[in-house]
């Protein structure tokens, strides 16, 4: 009996061994997410900022500046507007932030044509005639 219970201490001791370092392997994994949580997160947002060109959208989500003036602002499958002065397309920050966090695009958008009653331009106007 002696003998048995002398065992079973071993066997906790060793089970609480295996419980601390377990423990500490844990404690050890948190701390490194953390600190990669901190790394992506300041590498990911730039400085504050109100606008955003389309270049530099286009450098963070790596795409051409092309795609995101032609494919993406002209269409309408980003939150854009046209500078005043310069007539460049601008991103509002908070949908530069978006996206720069794997956003998904809006759905594309018809272009509006003249029509009158649901016919083309140059058959509304032949009509006219």
Do not use: F
């Amino acid at each position: 009996m002696a003998n048995r219970r002398k065992g079973e201490c071993k066997e906790q001791r060793g089970a609480s061994a295996t419980l601390r370092h377990l423990v500490e392997r844990m404690e050890a994994l948190s701390q490194a997410v953390a600190e990669l949580r901190s790394s992506i997160q300041q590498r990911a947002l730039p400085p504050a900022k109100l606008w955003y060109t389309t270049g530099e959208l286009a450098a963070a989500l790596g795409r051409s500046q092309y795609t995101i003036q032609a494919r993406w602002c002209a269409e309408g499958r980003i939150e854009c507007e046209k500078d005043q002065t310069g007539g460049k397309w601008r991103i509002p920050a908070r949908e530069y932030d978006r996206l720069v966090r794997g956003g998904a695009l809006r759905g594309q958008r018809r272009r509006l044509k003249h029509s009158v009653a649901g016919e083309s331009g140059r058959k509304a106007r032949r009509k006219k005639r």
